[in-house]
């Protein structure tokens, strides 16, 4: 075991399943050894965050609703009074209706955009306000997750791209804000994953098709692949990196179109 991230505490927000890309970068976070703190948002999700935290054997599991500023300011101010410092935040949280998924962007509604900004981008700086504090005196690493939507247009992905390129942006301006406190800010834009939410996409699995015949590598993205980026950017290897989109895609943004055979 290499233990990249020995003696590091690692706050991952977003587990909602083991299919989901922060279980899956817990369990990376985990195997490096760090110590690992998850949340949930709402009773629904309260046991199911539980049990799979019992299952890799994080150190703990908080509330935390990331569209409430009283319950950002009660996870940090809980941290903060249990002597917690952090030295890497891990943000896995996006969320669209369904409806401005499935029909053309031109016709998202204003309360579904704006619902779309508030949980996908707007949250990123609300959690880098709240955990900075928290942070180690010699600094610390904030990570979020991404896709290729936010600079091409993928059909179906609609109002959720747009949301992406304002998360992607908010990358830049926090890393900018905060690097003189030596935090680091970046995001992971990871191909399309099989995960539970990726369902709500319509046709999602023409994407997954399209992956195995158009990336570079001839097939889709492994979560092991996004978890293991996420852990070089919480770790010391990833000290001077930041304000960027890393892709692990195969090579899926390389490409323009391919001609049929």
């Known amino acids: 075991m290499s233990q990249l991230l020995e003696g590091k505490t690692a706050l991952i927000l977003g587990v909602a399943n083991r299919w989901s890309l922060a279980y899956a970068i817990a369990r990376a976070f985990i195997r490096e050894n760090a110590h690992v703190i998850l949340t949930y948002q709402g009773d629904r999700q309260k046991q199911t965050v539980e049990e799979l935290a019992a299952e890799i054997k994080a150190a703990q599991v908080l509330p935390c609703d990331v569209t409430q500023d009283a319950q950002l300011d009660a996870l940090a101010n809980g ?31 204003r309360a579904g955009f704006a619902l779309a900004q508030d949980v996908s981008a707007y949250s990123l700086v609300a959690v880098a306000r709240a955990s900075a504090p928290l942070m180690a005196p010699e600094g610390g690493s904030i990570t979020t997750l991404t896709y290729l939507g936010s600079t091409r247009v993928v059909e179906n992905y609609n109002v959720m791209g747009v949301a992406k390129a304002a998360l992607e942006s908010s990358v830049r301006y926090l890393a900018a804000d905060l690097g003189p406190s030596n935090i680091r800010v970046n995001a992971i834009s990871a191909g399309a994953v099989k995960t539970t939410s990726a369902r709500g996409i319509r046709d999602f699995s023409k994407m997954l098709e ?26 010391d290897l990833g000290r001077g990196v930041t304000g960027n989109i890393i892709y692990v895609d195969a090579g899926m943004q390389i490409m323009g179109f391919a001609l049929s055979e």
């Open 210 to 235: 399209g992956g195995t015949k158009m990336a570079p590598l001839r097939r889709n993205t492994d979560p092991a692949e996004v978890a293991d980026t996420a852990v070089f950017l919480a770790s």
């Open 79 to 109: 941290l903060k009074h249990q002597g917690t410092v952090l030295n890497a935040v891990v943000h896995c949280i996006a969320f669209a209706n369904r409806e401005d998924l499935s029909r053309p962007f031109v016709e998202t509604s």
